[in-house]
């Protein structure tokens, strides 16, 4: 039995300097979100776990916003700076001297956050010198056209250097690249910038290699895996996309949606099996959905942690810190955070639970709130297991209601409240006797 080959180390070079004017934006490019998370927060997640030895990001002097959230997302990743924008080749360059002790180097864009890590392993694998990554788009527009000999590239194009003839290849470079280490070394110095855009192209490298007899290789793509964000448009397409591909390994994973389309994950939702989703739901980052949960329409959920079989919604907003366990109930128009909410409770109708400790099997009623701020900090609201709070009830915290208490309606709470006992507060009625008709008689005369 052969033994499995090691992969060999490899380097990945994540290229971020370009300025990105069409976004026409103060956020870098790349720190622009897709699915909930900046486009290069996805590049360097795909390098991780394609399992790169190193990661260098290759950023513009000015860029300190980008290379702080590298750091931020990735402690260990190299940052490299190309002091002025000369082209892909000239990125790399900047980076090449920061790569070391490694037998590959891939080379990828920081916006193109639809490239899979499975990819990147195929460009660092390669036995080939020089890999490049192909692929046929419906339209190839203004993409490089990669040139074929008989079964390997023989040269990149790009479009405003390509005649007639080699503008109808419809075979296209996706920009990333694999290349033995020793062989980026030989070739980068010898890329020119004698091209119509006077910059030093990367792609110029598969022409450089078959000069030196070094072997070119085409590993094929798919039109997400190269899809380029360069414009708000483009930011669009690529949400689009992405939200494609989570929906879909939602379906493979057991969760119901009845209209997907109208349902936005994030890059890290977790979803078990048997989960519905109803229409128009928003799930921002961080949230875990346990088995047989039921999420209602037009809910926006973040940050939360949601039990097994619990009902969410309709018009339920669950932000960060909401942790709500088995069987747990929110209705309509709920809003709650950093909320721990435990088996079997109901908060079902127009309430505010913020910053609480909810026992098992509490009873939540109608216009209920917990009012956790004064203005300055903010308090916890503790409620014991099994305990009633009453309609429209206002809970000034800190505060802790006892297990099994009953809170009347309209009580407002500022110290805590004995267990299992009746606590009420309401302002003494009076009935004024014909007070109505004697206003209305009275402001009729004056008319
Ligand atoms: C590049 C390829 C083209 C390919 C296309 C696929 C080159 C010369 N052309 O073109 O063949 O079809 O990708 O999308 O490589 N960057 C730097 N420093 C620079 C220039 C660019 O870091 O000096 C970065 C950009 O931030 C960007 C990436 O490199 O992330 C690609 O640069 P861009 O100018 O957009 O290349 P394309 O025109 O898309």
């Known amino acids: 039995m052969s033994q499995p080959t090691a992969a060999p180390t490899t380097a990945i070079i994540i290229l971020a300097a370009g300025k990105g004017t069409r976004m026409k934006s103060a956020l870098p490019k790349v720190l622009h979100e897709v699915a909930g998370r900046p486009m290069l927060g996805h590049a360097i997640a795909a390098a991780a776990e394609a399992g790169a030895n190193q990661i260098c990001l290759v950023t513009a002097p ?57 990819i990147l392993t195929q460009l660092s694998m390669s ?64 890329l020119g910038n004698d091209n119509a855009q006077n910059e030093y192209y990367l792609p110029d490298l598969v022409q450089l290699a078959v000069q030196s007899r070094k072997s070119t290789a085409l590993v094929m793509g798919d039109v997400d895996d190269t899809l380029g964000v360069d414009s708000r448009a483009g930011l669009a397409r690529a949400e689009a996309r992405m939200q494609a591909r989570l929906r879909a390994a939602m379906f493979d994973a057991g969760v119901t949606m009845q209209d997907p389309n109208t349902v936005y994950l994030s890059h890290d939702t977790v979803i078990e099996p048997d989960v519905r989703l109803e229409p128009n739901i928003k799930i921002g980052p961080g949230v875990h959905i346990a088995g047989g949960a039921l999420i209602k329409a037009f809910s926006h959920l973040e940050g939360v942690t949601v039990g097994p079989r619990a009902i969410i919604g309709p018009f339920a907003r669950l932000r960060p810190g909401t942790v709500l366990g088995a069987d747990v109930r929110i209705g309509n128009f709920v809003e709650t955070k950093n909320a721990n909410i435990r088996d079997g409770s109901k908060v079902n109708h127009l309430s505010y639970i913020g910053d609480a400790e909810l026992g098992l099997g509490v009873n939540i009623g109608a216009g209920t709130i917990t009012c956790n701020y004064d203005g300055f900090k903010k308090h916890l609201t503790q409620i014991g297991d099994g305990a009633f709070i009453g309609s429209n009830s206002s809970l000034i915290a800190p505060v802790t209601i006892g297990a099994g208490a009953y809170l009347g309606s309209g009580t407002a709470v500022s110290s805590d409240v004995p267990k299992n006992g009746l606590t009420v507060t309401r302002a003494p009625r009076r009935d004024l006797k014909n007070w109505a008709d004697n206003f209305r008689r009275q402001n009729q005369k004056e008319d």
């Open 127 to 190: 036995d080939a010198d020089v890999t490049v990554l192909g692929f046929e788009p419906d339209d190839a527009a203004t993409y490089g056209r990669i040139v074929m000999d008989a079964t390997a590239p023989a040269r990149i194009v790009e479009f405003k250097d390509a005649d007639a003839e080699t503008r109808a290849v419809t075979l296209c470079n996706g920009g990333a690249m694999g290349v033995h280490t020793e062989v980026l070394s030989a070739l980068l110095p010898l």
């Open 62 to 118: 000015e860029q300190h916003a980008v290379r702080a959230y590298a750091l931020s997302e990735a402690p260990e990743i190299i940052n490299c700076i190309q002091e002025n924008q000369l082209g892909t080749g000239d990125a790399v360059r900047a980076a090449a001297d920061a790569v070391s002790g490694v037998e590959r180097v891939v080379v990828m864009f920081g916006d193109t956050p639809l490239m899979r890590a499975d």
